[in-house]
């Protein structure tokens, strides 16, 4: 059970004065009877709550799926850049919104958005072997020994030890393929992401379990490759949907939150 003034304030998104004084002077409803009584308690998803006529969200806590695009922060709030969470439609919004997980500003690809901090700790837990998959251009050609090496589980230049990882070296076509086919051919696509002319290109996919700083990037650098262009295109067996414009958002499905959490036993074994 929750106090009432608590429930309009953090799912209303509103300063907690702000709530106590609507409540106050009757301009919030349950189950279609107004409450005057800030502290009165209640479950608040077992009731339709209104404020000043409108029904606020009284669910525990959402979960989207983000199709990041470049230049934009992967944090709840900036002052000056926008982030993932300005992104987020007006009627999805609700105090407590933020990325379970980071993305480098240059990342596209796959953002999951919550305001459930236990789930999001499940999410991103290296213990829990949530796998994330991404794609990457890089320069120059990747050779397959580099597979064995993301494999085994690198040490990266700062000597932090990586956990396995799994590497496939992908034909342009096999890329294209993958990353949803919005483009005419692996040119345009380069034009699009201004990525630099050269005359060698590799096209990968990569699974880790973890998510430091930089990771795909320095992993990259271990094997001499830097990466041009990164898109995250799965948490666990959450896929991003190809629906989903770059900057859209949309909510989870049940069956989609579960799958985010869907690790993998035999990480390296396929």
Same mark, same amino acid.
């Given at each position: 059970?929750?106090?009432?003034?608590?429930?309009?304030?953090?799912? +209303?998104?509103?300063?907690?004065?702000?709530?106590?004084?609507?409540?106050?002077?009757?301009?919030?409803?349950?189950?279609?009877?107004?409450?005057?009584?800030?502290?009165?308690?209640?479950?608040?998803?077992?009731?339709?709550?209104?404020?000043?006529?409108?029904?606020?969200?009284?669910?525990?806590?959402?979960?989207?799926?983000?199709?990041?695009?470049?230049?934009?922060?992967?944090?709840?709030?900036?002052? &000056?850049?926008?982030?993932?969470?300005?992104?987020?439609?007006?009627?999805?919004?609700?105090?407590?919104?933020?990325? +379970? %997980?980071?993305?480098? &500003?240059?990342?596209?690809?796959?953002?999951?958005?919550?305001?459930?901090?236990?789930?999001?700790?499940?999410?991103?837990?290296? &213990?829990?072997?949530?796998?994330?998959?991404?794609?990457?251009?890089?320069?120059?050609?990747?050779?397959?020994?580099?597979?064995?090496?993301?494999?085994?589980?690198?040490?990266?230049?700062?000597?932090?030890?990586?956990?396995?990882?799994?590497?496939?070296?992908?034909?342009?076509?096999?890329?294209?393929?993958?990353?949803?086919?919005?483009?005419?051919?692996?040119?345009?696509?380069?034009?699009?992401?201004?990525?630099?002319?050269?005359?060698?290109?590799?096209?990968?996919?990569?699974?880790?379990?973890?998510?430091?700083?930089?990771?795909?990037?320095?992993?990259?650098?271990?094997?001499?490759? &830097?990466?041009?262009?990164?898109?995250?295109?799965?948490?666990?067996?959450?896929?991003?949907?190809?629906?989903? +414009?770059? %900057?859209?958002?949309?909510?989870?499905?049940?069956?989609?939150?579960?799958?985010?959490?869907?690790?993998?036993?035999?990480?390296?074994?396929?």
């Amino acid at each position: 059970m929750e106090r009432l003034d608590k429930t309009v304030a953090q799912l +209303a998104d509103m300063p907690r004065k702000q709530a106590v004084h609507l409540i106050r002077a009757g301009r919030v409803t349950v189950d279609g009877e107004v409450w005057r009584t800030p502290e009165a308690k209640l479950e608040p998803a077992a009731h339709v709550v209104s404020v000043a006529g409108h029904v606020i969200d009284t669910q525990p806590h959402r979960y989207y799926m983000l199709n990041k695009p470049q230049g934009v922060l992967c944090v709840s709030r900036d002052p &000056k850049v926008k982030t993932v969470v300005d992104l987020v439609p007006p009627a999805f919004r609700r105090r407590g919104l933020f990325p +379970a %997980g980071r993305l480098d &500003k240059d990342t596209v690809g796959l953002v999951v958005l919550t305001d459930d901090g236990d789930y999001a700790h499940r999410l991103l837990s290296p &213990k829990k072997a949530v796998f994330k998959r991404y794609l990457a251009v890089v320069a120059g050609e990747m050779p397959q020994t580099a597979v064995e090496t993301f494999a085994a589980g690198m040490e990266l230049e700062d000597e932090t030890r990586c956990l396995p990882a799994k590497l496939q070296i992908l034909s342009c076509e096999e890329f294209m393929n993958r990353n949803g086919g919005d483009f005419a051919s692996f040119a345009t696509f380069l034009e699009e992401y201004t990525i630099p002319s050269m005359a060698d290109y590799s096209c990968v996919e990569i699974a880790i379990q973890e998510g430091r700083y930089h990771q795909i990037k320095r992993m990259c650098e271990v094997v001499g490759h &830097k990466v041009l262009w990164l898109k995250r295109v799965a948490v666990g067996d959450l896929t991003l949907d190809p629906a989903l +414009a770059e %900057g859209e958002c949309r909510e989870l499905t049940a069956a989609e939150t579960a799958a985010a959490l869907r690790s993998v036993e035999e990480f390296c074994a396929s």
